[in-house]
């Protein structure tokens, strides 16, 4: 997911087959903290959005796992369970 090239939007997935992808903003760390606050531990929850902010930022995986302590994979991980939830998200806030 390279954010830098959408201006700091996130490409999400949707269920409309004539527009499969969508650009959303970054969510702030509320609607993120809603996204995994339940499924993590705190620490893991700043590390994770920590992470996030780092690939808006335009930081490659490597360098993430470089200055995290992660792997990765676990980094790639990360970054699919965000927009897999981010997608569910909009999904259920935006239907009538």
């Known amino acids: 997911m390279n954010l ?5 939007r996130v490409p ?8 499969p992808i969508r ?3 970054f ?4 609607i993120f903290t809603s996204l995994f ?7 893991n929850l700043e590390r994770y959005y920590l992470v996030m902010l ?5 930081s490659t995986l490597r360098q993430l796992a470089n200055t995290t ?3 990765v994979e676990r ?15 909009y999904e259920r806030t935006e239907r009538p």
């Open 4 to 8: 830098r090239a959408h201006n700091g």
């Open 12 to 19: 999400i997935t949707t269920t409309n087959p004539d527009n």
């Open 23 to 25: 650009l959303v903003d």
């Open 27 to 30: 969510p702030s760390k509320e």
């Open 37 to 43: 606050g339940s499924r993590v531990t705190a620490e």
């Open 54 to 58: 780092g690939r808006l930022g335009g």
């Open 69 to 71: 302590g992660l792997s």
């Open 75 to 89: 980094i790639r991980q990360i970054e699919a369970k965000f927009l897999r939830a981010l997608s569910r998200y």
